[in-house]
């Protein structure tokens, strides 16, 4: 593993006298961890590909004490769904808090009404989104990242607000920056704030219409809600958007095709048969997951994978590690469609069904405990999310069958920064 | 390419690469010393504060200013990158320390580390207890009647210098009567840490294995690559200590004053024959506790001294007042402590949540109580960034676990203060003003060696302290006639 001698030339060296007691008291761990350094988990040899890093964590220390972003690595996969199912000693904490926005406004999304709403408009949508992405390519080359993958969740939300191309077009702007904000950069956090507060005068007066003439849309579903304290305002509206999951289908879908353009023989296996899609969209979800951590809070001190986790101590479970565990995936580093070990449905409880562990997703919140989706409840977000990159990519492999990566491209996956998503932000593709 | 993709505007600002901005390693550049980088503003002109700044070369050498952003702007600073929250200002820092339930000492998880579970560790009446049985070595009678030691182990050290062969690397230029030398390696590198070699009782023959521990372990500390060796060395001590204790907890054995009578036990006799709740201690325990002492005691002593020359060869018209009056060699040594101290701060974590200026805390967060910026505080120093040995805000008396803050002058925070003030204040001062005085008596016109010593960015200024202790301080002086 090769570290950018450029990227630490200015660092002192770990020597007696030349640094704080803090960070003495910081580095203190109770084991050698010398196969390691934590400032590489913030490297950017981390963020273009973690995998590797990850995997001396999950392979040497299962719960490693990384003093310098003080938190607890967990990166097996029955480790980490174990955390993920444990709401009587872990907290979530949600976006807001990380952008100091607590008070702003609250999460409705718990509501049926909302969730049905959402779903409603992304099944309506999703073909006609799809083909507009598709059909407004005019060249046999394109970017797939950015005018499919990046495209198709923002056009999605014009539909599930019922917006105006303009307002859908400000709405984008400031949604990205929003979601992207919500994370220790100060320059991001600002503007994220600012965004959200944009985003509130946007949809204001929209709101309001909606709270007296409903229509059928996520917003007149938020609008109208019955509430017990207060009515719903457009700041809970923002919240709710902000809460929901925006890594996923947008991350997912680049990944997905990435995934299909650089392994050719898989590609061919979906077009042999379409019904695979749905076993490349989970695939993709296990071997190159957009969201690399989660981070979870110890309620109260707790004793797990053979530590003292203290009150407040930060568990960061890592998806990546996770995903590619041998002991649960039987060639964990490489993309097979339909691999017999991944379950092919959409997890329960402990990210498994059928028996078989199911690759964990962040963001898409908690699966459900319930063997099957109960009558009166929407699909879950796996299930939408899933069908929704299966239909987008599925109308596209139809309409190009041949498509390919641009000649001399070699496209990759990347973290622009700590904490957003790992994903392929330039894909240039031909279909002749 | 062409496409009519309606979201290419929100597209605009999207990353292909690693983002500049967004790099987990900034590149600040070195700024002039008492000037920050900008890191950009709000649009009220707030300044806003990078968390990447605390891992940079930048900060290591030119500190103060962020401080000054974090006391002005952000005095409880959360840092999301770090995962923990920074006090800065004096008053919030004092009340904090005196707060022992609120803010608590309990790490997160460190338990087994290379120095094991120390007293730093400790809260409440296990940290009293413990911290009685050795705490009286280390102040008051028992060590006034030890001075004597001190100065004889200064003395042996400084003649060493003239002994041909030595391992100290000292030049002595005949023709121009000059003598040059590194002030660490020659005399401050190991006279704390035979001092407390001493007081803790550890014979005269395993002195240099006992250094060699001390480094390693001091060096275990600092990252992963050399933990091992850390953990390595603590064991090798550990198996030491136990001999070494199976001997004592029999045959236990004392300090002794100037005439040779016994004054008390010296340290691991006293542990070993100490009981908490009925039960004696073990030998894991008094390894910990000598490796908290070793660390505490030599690290910090040994750039204390290497400041204190460093500040007053810098300000000879300080220096020289206090060759003339004695007695400013205390103060001098509570306004080095004040300017630049070794320890930048301690940890605490917050029992239960709280909201400090208007910041919310969750239980159990890490909290930095940064008390190099504390004695920067300009509410209670004024001018904190001079070296200024007869400022009247500052307080040079007993060093007191209570603090002082009265009558317009505070104490300096390098020692803490409440419940974990540092127990080693009182000999580490001691050993500090004995050991410049008799240097001082050895030192003929001495000067710093401005060619040998690390220079600040323009390649010509000295460079300055920064955080922590200068590394090496090359120093010229007359051979005395």
């Known amino acids: 593993m090769e570290i950018d001698e450029a990227d630490y030339e200015e660092e002192p060296d770990a020597k007696p006298g030349y640094r704080t007691y803090e960070v003495y008291q910081r580095e203190r761990v109770g084991e050698t961890t010398n196969l390691i350094k934590p400032r590489q988990l913030i490297s950017d040899e981390y963020l273009s590909d973690p995998y590797p890093l990850v995997a001396i964590l999950r392979e040497n220390y299962p719960c490693y004490r990384d003093w310098l972003s003080n938190c607890f690595w967990i990166t097996r996969y029955d480790d980490v769904t174990s955390v993920f199912a444990d709401d009587q000693n872990f907290e979530t904490r949600p976006k807001r808090w990380y952008l100091d926005s607590a008070n702003f406004g609250r999460d409705l999304w718990k509501y049926l009404p909302v969730q049905w709403a959402y779903q409603r408009k992304i099944d309506e949508n999703i073909e006609t989104v799809s083909e507009e992405a ?30 105006t191309l303009d307002q859908a077009q400000e709405f984008a702007i400031l949604y990205l920056r929003m979601q992207r904000s919500a994370r220790w950069n100060p320059q991001f956090r600002h503007k994220g704030i600012q965004s959200m507060n944009e985003l509130a005068a946007l949809l204001e007066p929209v709101f309001n219409e909606r709270s007296k003439a409903p229509e059928d849309d996520f917003i007149s579903a938020v609008a109208q809600l019955e509430l017990p304290n207060q009515p719903p305002t457009v700041q809970d509206l923002v919240i709710t958007i902000l809460e929901l999951d925006h890594e996923t289908l947008h991350g997912g879908l680049a990944n997905l095709w990435f995934n299909l353009l650089t392994n050719p023989e898989e590609k061919e296996k979906v077009i042999q048969d379409h019904r695979l899609m749905k076993f490349a969209w989970r695939e993709t979800l296990r071997y190159s997951a957009p969201t690399l951590v989660a981070d979870r809070f110890a309620k109260q001190e707790v004793e797990r994978f053979g530590r003292l986790i203290p009150k407040g101590g930060l568990l960061r479970c890592s998806s990546a590690a996770a995903n590619r565990d041998p002991r649960q995936f039987e060639d964990p580093n490489t993309f097979i469609i339909g691999r017999k070990d991944l379950c092919q449905r959409e997890p329960r409880g402990q990210y498994r069904a059928d028996g078989l562990p199911s690759g964990i997703a962040f963001g898409l919140g908690k699966p459900s405990i319930h063997p099957a989706v109960p009558k009166e409840r929407p699909r879950s977000r796996y299930a939408l999310t899933r069908d929704a990159a299966v239909t987008a990519s599925l109308m596209l492999l139809e309409e190009k069958p041949a498509i390919k990566i641009a000649k001399g491209i070699e496209p990759r996956l990347t973290c622009p920064e700590i904490g957003e998503m790992h994903t392929c932000w330039e894909l240039p593709a031909v279909w002749n | 390419m062409t496409t009519t993709n309606p979201f290419e505007s929100a597209l605009e600002g999207f990353p292909t690469e690693i983002e500049e901005g967004g790099k987990a ?30 891992d940079s070369g930048e900060f290591a050498r030119n500190p103060y200013p962020y401080y000054r952003i974090l006391r002005d702007h952000y005095p409880v600073f959360h840092d999301q990158l770090h995962n923990c929250y920074f006090v800065t200002r004096y008053e919030d820092i004092t009340n904090c320390y005196f707060d022992e339930v609120g803010f608590n000492t309990i790490p997160k998880g460190s338990s087994s580390g290379v120095l094991g579970n120390t007293q730093l560790e400790l809260s409440g009446i296990e940290h009293r207890r413990r911290r009685n049985i050795y705490g009286r070595h280390l102040v008051g009678a028992a060590l006034t009647k030890r001075i004597h030691a001190l100065k004889e182990l200064a003395n042996e050290l400084i003649e060493e210098w003239w002994e041909p062969n030595n391992k100290k690397d000292i030049e002595i230029n005949k023709e121009t009567n000059t003598v040059t030398l590194e002030l660490g390696k020659a005399f401050a590198n190991e006279f704390p840490i035979s001092v407390v070699a001493q007081v803790l009782g550890i014979p005269q023959e395993a002195r240099e294995q006992f250094t060699w521990w001390y480094d390693a372990m001091m060096s275990g500390l600092g990252g992963s690559d050399t933990h091992h060796e850390g953990l390595e060395a603590r064991q090798d001590l550990e198996e030491y200590v136990e001999e070494l204790v199976e001997e004592r907890r029999s045959k236990p054995t004392y300090l002794h004053d100037e005439n040779g009578d016994e004054i008390c036990l010296d340290i691991i006799s006293e542990l070993c024959h100490s009981e908490i709740d009925g039960s004696v201690m073990s030998t894991e325990e008094i390894t910990s506790f000598i490796a908290l002492v070793v660390g505490g005691g030599g690290e910090t002593t040994r750039g204390a001294i290497l400041n204190l020359w460093y500040l007053l060869l810098q300000h000879p018209e300080q220096y020289k007042q206090v060759k003339e009056n004695e007695e400013l060699w205390d103060t001098a040594f509570h306004e080095m402590l004040r300017h630049s101290t070794s320890i930048g701060g301690q940890p605490r974590h917050n029992t239960f949540d709280i909201e400090m200026h208007g910041v919310h805390i969750p239980a159990g967060s890490l909290m930095h109580m940064v008390d190099v910026s504390a004695n920067h505080d300009e509410q209670i120093f004024k001018n904190p960034e001079d070296f200024n040995i007869f400022r009247e805000d500052l307080y040079s008396g007993k060093i007191l676990r209570s603090g002082h803050n009265k009558e317009g002058q505070c104490s300096h925070m390098a020692f803490g203060v409440g419940p974990h003030l540092c127990p080693g204040a009182w000999i580490s001062h001691q050993e500090t003003v004995i050991g410049s005085q008799i240097l001082e008596g050895v030192f003929k016109n001495v000067r710093i060696n401005t060619g040998r010593m690390p220079k600040d960015i323009d390649g010509e200024s000295l460079a300055p302290i920064g955080l922590g202790s200068i590394r090496e301080l090359w120093l010229d002086f007359d051979l005395q006639d």
């Open chain 1, 134 to 163: 598709i059909s407004s390519i005019q060249d046999p080359s394109f970017d797939l990242a950015r005018n499919y993958a990046a495209r198709i969740p923002l056009a999605l939300w014009q539909k599930i607000l019922n917006i």
């Open chain 2, 25 to 54: 390693y900034r590149k600040f550049p070195y700024m002039p010393v008492g000037e920050a980088v900008d890191m950009g503003h709000d649009e009220n002109g707030t300044p806003l504060f990078d968390p990447r700044i605390f």
